[in-house]
């Protein structure tokens, strides 16, 4: 296929988003479709929904992995491998510093400006809602099905009622959805990679999950025993983010790698930074007592945690490809689309909006970051300054 974009354009794009997006991973997914959906249309709003329902439905860190995706589509491996260290670096750097004992975020100032990014999650996520539901839900049976999602998503939390939700969106789109229109004719832009490369990717994954446990026995060797761990995190976890944590705390915490309140130190820095919260590994990688620790170790766990979900994601690529321009697959990705929203909207209720959200000055500030986005037309990097500056002023006042 004809790529259309270069690996710096998809670099420094994604190394913007690295910096800005604070949140967690639904909030992520909201600052992608402002910034490469609806400013710089490198897909649209159907195309990105689809490959959101798709990554959902996946093991791994389904932000990234939709990030990935968009690299690959743009700029080809090259830019998938951009998308990726852009996306991740600055959160993994600074996780590195906080290890190392470099506390960025103590203080009244600091927890203000925690608390106003916190808020800005609150108008990116509602931003998101909002305009997929416009091109997304724009029927009846289609914005019932976001309200049964969303109730799903709410009352079965986690990774049970995201995939539950979704299966319901399939059926339902199987079922009444067959007819749509124009619709089922839209362009969608395709990733270019042949069904061996997908074949060999999942293969690769198997050998690694079962393969990785017997070296790690047979050589005795740390570096081995931590790339191990956090494989199997990163591959056995389904709905990313902060699901993946029940995993890394059985697998550094119970085996006496790092201590429970290192662990929590960690956790609660991760949630001061942007970027995907499974660059929290770095942290792990560089405190744990297994492995060579410090920036190697850090490098090891992260490069071992992301890996399974982007060969699963490579893997199943060209399988999608093939099938979801056939009427029924188009279907039920309509109903998967139509679910997609209303787990986006339950998630800005909780966790989103409830942690954010604790008094009338906070709600005031992310009214006005919406605003802004919505109306003003102003980039999410802006919101994110504002939303700071304000959290300040709250903090402070």
């Given at each position: ?20 997006s ?55 491996f ?28 103590g ?21 998101a809602?909002?305009g997929?539901?416009?091109?997304l ?20 939390p ?31 832009p395709?990733?270019g990679v ?14 690694a ?55 929590l ?17 770095a ?19 992260l ?20 099938l ?23 998630a ?10 604790t ?27 504002v ?11």
């Amino acid at each position: 296929m004809t790529r259309t974009g270069t690996v710096l354009e998809v670099f420094l794009a994604f190394l913007r988003l690295g910096v800005t997006s604070f949140g967690g991973p639904i909030a992520h997914l909201g600052y992608f479709r402002d910034d490469l959906v609806v400013r710089r249309r490198w897909m649209d709003d159907r195309a990105y929904a689809d490959l959101v329902a798709l990554c959902q439905f996946l093991p791994g860190p389904a932000s990234s992995q939709v990030g990935f995706a968009m690299g690959l589509q743009r700029a080809g491996f090259l830019g998938a491998l951009a998308a990726f260290l852009a996306f991740t670096l600055p959160s993994a750097v600074l996780l590195i510093a906080f290890a190392a004992g470099a506390s960025l975020f103590g203080g009244p100032v600091g927890g203000g400006i925690l608390d106003g990014l916190k808020i800005v999650a609150v108008a990116i996520v509602a931003q998101a809602v909002w305009g997929m539901a416009r091109s997304l839900t724009p029927d009846a049976p289609r914005a019932g099905l976001a309200v049964v999602a969303a109730a799903l998503a709410l009352f079965a939390p986690g990774a049970v009622g995201q995939i539950g939700a979704l299966i319901i969106g399939v059926v339902a789109g199987l079922l009444l959805l067959r007819d749509g229109g124009a619709e089922a004719g839209a362009s969608v832009p395709g990733f270019g990679v042949s069904r061996a490369m997908g074949i060999g990717c999942l293969v690769l994954v198997a050998v690694a999950l079962l393969g990785l446990p017997v070296l790690a026995v047979v050589t005795g060797s740390g570096v081995i025993a931590l790339a191990d761990a956090f494989f199997r995190s990163g591959a056995l976890v389904f709905g990313g983010g902060h699901v993946v944590l029940p995993l890394l705390q059985a697998e550094v915490v119970q085996n006496g790698w790092v201590s429970p309140d290192t662990f929590l130190a960690g956790y609660g820095a991760a949630q001061a930074v942007p970027g995907p919260l499974f660059t929290f590994a770095a942290y792990l990688g560089a405190v744990s007592s297994v492995g060579p620790g410090g920036v190697v170790g850090a490098l090891v766990a992260l490069a071992a945690i992301f890996v399974p979900g982007f060969l699963v994601l490579v893997g199943v690529l060209p399988f999608w490809d093939a099938l979801r321009g056939r009427p029924r697959v188009r279907a039920a990705m309509r109903g998967a689309n139509a679910a997609v929203v209303g787990i986006l909207g339950a998630a800005l209720y909780t966790p989103v909006f409830t942690t954010a959200v604790t008094g009338p000055g906070p709600f005031v500030l992310a009214l006005v970051g919406f605003v802004l986005l919505t109306a003003f037309r102003v980039p999410a990097w802006v919101v994110v300054i504002v939303g700071a500056v304000g959290g300040v002023a709250l903090a402070l006042t």
